[in-house]
């Protein structure tokens, strides 16, 4: 199904790659997203869906001194989040806190809680403990994984213990395992590793082609999607690693962000350099367990897993965000700073 979007609309004052839901907020439907300009000062906004579902209201502009690359919202403290960011000469990463009268002060500054310094090479991303409250990240840059600990009320990280992909891979980014959280998988440029984290060791690898964007099943265990650049987007069942069980072909150009939703089973959104968000349905089990390959001669198969194509963007999208509040609410970020926010109840309605 292919059409226009008729979501609701957010224009940034620069480009823009990165958006985040406000999983803590559970009071509203916000995201958090951030602008990448080189030469401007760089904001930060934090914006909210109305009641009623019709309009973004912007809760909170503050400004950022650099480039965002990566942003996450804290998943336990609506007002703390953390960015990767660029001065156009090397990469830094830190965690921030929003303050608490922002709604009342009028040019509110962000405070930062702590600096993630240990890094010297280019910083991809960070990632925050995947469900509940606890003090541990993760950042990865191109050749290492740091584990951190953070204390909010030290305002200090400390590296916990980090280790090295290996001389022949460039790590690019990864997800936390929410069903492990002692397992964590990192996209390099031919395949995804997968680390336990109390040794820091590797403990499998699956090979793909220029990945773009990993993410976990929030429901089921052992499964994973990745983007890939022209190959699309493939569904991985971990303890049959050798092929993927579900290839969906992607968008017309580069597959770039891709997001499981965190309550429907099989809910997927990718996003692509062809200005294209594409809501795709792919179950991958059946009532008694098994994976979808043993349905393969069933009829239901046939049917087409796109299940609409929003296609109201003039730019490439990089950034993909579900509502955790609201599950059947996403939010995206195209390259010219609109962010747009959907509802995909129209398009189940019809299913």
């Known amino acids: 199904m292919q059409g226009a979007s008729s979501g609701v609309g957010y224009g940034l004052k620069y480009q823009a790659r990165c958006i985040s839901d406000v999983k803590a907020d559970t009071d509203h439907t916000s995201f958090i997203t951030g602008t990448l300009s080189l030469r401007e ?112 009320s030290k305002k200090a990280a400390q590296v916990q213990s980090k280790e090295s992909a290996g001389m022949l891979h460039y790590l690019s980014g990864g997800a936390w395992d929410p069903h492990d959280v002692n397992a964590v998988a990192a996209t390099c440029e031919s395949s995804v590793q997968f680390w336990d984290l109390r040794t820091m060791n590797k403990t499998n690898s699956i090979d793909c082609t220029h990945v773009r964007n990993v993410d976990y099943d929030t429901k089921k265990k052992h499964i994973l999607v990745t983007a890939e650049d022209e190959s699309g987007i493939h569904v991985w069942d971990l303890r049959m690693p050798k092929v993927p069980i579900k290839e969906l072909p992607g968008h017309a150009h580069w597959t770039w962000a891709i997001s499981c939703n965190p309550e429907y089973d099989g809910l997927i959104l990718s996003g692509g350099t062809d200005s294209t968000v594409n809501l795709w ?40 965000a579900w509502s955790s509040r609201e599950p059947w609410i996403f939010a995206s970020l195209s390259y010219d700073g609109r962010v747009i926010v959907e509802s995909v109840k129209p398009v189940l309605s019809k299913k």
Not at 50 to 55: M, N, P, V
Not at 303 to 311: A, E, I, Q, T, W
């Open 41 to 152: 000062e760089n904001e930060v906004h934090l914006i909210r869906l109305s009641s009623g579902g019709t309009e973004l209201i912007c809760e909170g502009l503050f400004s950022h001194p650099n480039e965002i690359w990566d942003l996450s919202s804290c998943p336990f403290d609506q007002r703390i989040f953390s960015t990767v960011f660029s001065t156009g000469e090397s990469y830094g990463a830190a965690v921030w806190q929003i303050p608490e009268l922002y709604g009342q002060l009028n040019s509110p500054q962000l405070e930062k809680i702590a600096s993630l310094d240990a890094h010297s090479g280019k910083i991809n991303c960070i990632l925050w403990w995947p469900s509940g409250r606890n003090d541990k990240l993760i950042s990865i840059d191109e050749e290492n994984l740091f584990l951190w600990s953070l204390d909010c």
């Open 281 to 320: 349905l792919a179950s991958t089990s059946t009532g008694d367990g098994m994976t979808s390959e043993s349905l393969v001669e069933s009829p239901t198969q046939l049917v087409d897993p796109l299940l609409n194509s929003y296609s109201d963007y003039e730019d490439s999208v990089y950034g993909l």
